[in-house]
């Protein structure tokens, strides 16, 4: 049976383990004590796996990021503009590659990312006005209509997306 100064050490001991008080003491009487209760606990409990342990789960989930593109070029006196967008993508390196990859596949010529984000949200609108074309980036959809707009461009559905 264990008495109350036992018990006391004890919680005294597991205590100062917990806060590393190196100057306390445990007498010896409470770590036998300790000893005793861990090798009574280790008789219900499997003995030890080979394998190591998985690393904790921080909660944190790998952030996503979204990147996008364009290219401007004239052909035949007039103004031309591609775009690419990619949405959670695995990383920054893969979206701005592959923002690229879709400027180009949509005929783009001098391709650049205009931006990349873990974040909120990205989005870039295209239009023509007579032989000039553009592009603009903004962080919502209808910010970037408006943007379009405003520039008096005959404006395209803007294309992007929110990174989660």
């Not at 004590?33 to 030890?48: F, I, V, Y």
């Not at 031309?80 to 783009?108: F, H, K």
């Amino acid at each position: 049976m264990l008495n109350a100064k036992s018990i006391a050490l004890t919680v005294l001991s597991a205590v100062c383990a917990a806060l590393a008080c190196a100057h306390l003491s445990v007498p010896a009487a409470a770590q036998s004590l300790e000893d005793a209760l861990r090798r009574a606990e280790r008789g219900n409990t499997p003995p030890p796996s080979s394998q190591p342990a998985p690393p904790p789960a921080t909660g944190k989930r790998a952030r996503k990021w979204g990147a996008l593109a364009a290219g401007l070029w004239r052909s035949r006196g007039y103004g031309r503009v591609a775009v690419g967008s990619v949405i959670n993508a695995s990383s920054e390196e893969e979206a701005r590659r592959d923002a690229l990859r879709q400027c180009r596949n949509a005929g783009g010529r001098n391709c650049k990312v205009t931006t990349s984000f873990n974040t909120g949200c990205g989005y870039i609108a295209i239009g023509t006005r007579g032989r000039v074309a553009g592009w603009v980036v903004r962080q919502s959809l209808d910010e970037a209509r408006r943007a379009c707009r405003a520039k008096r461009y005959r404006c395209k559905k803007p294309i992007g997306g929110c990174v989660t």
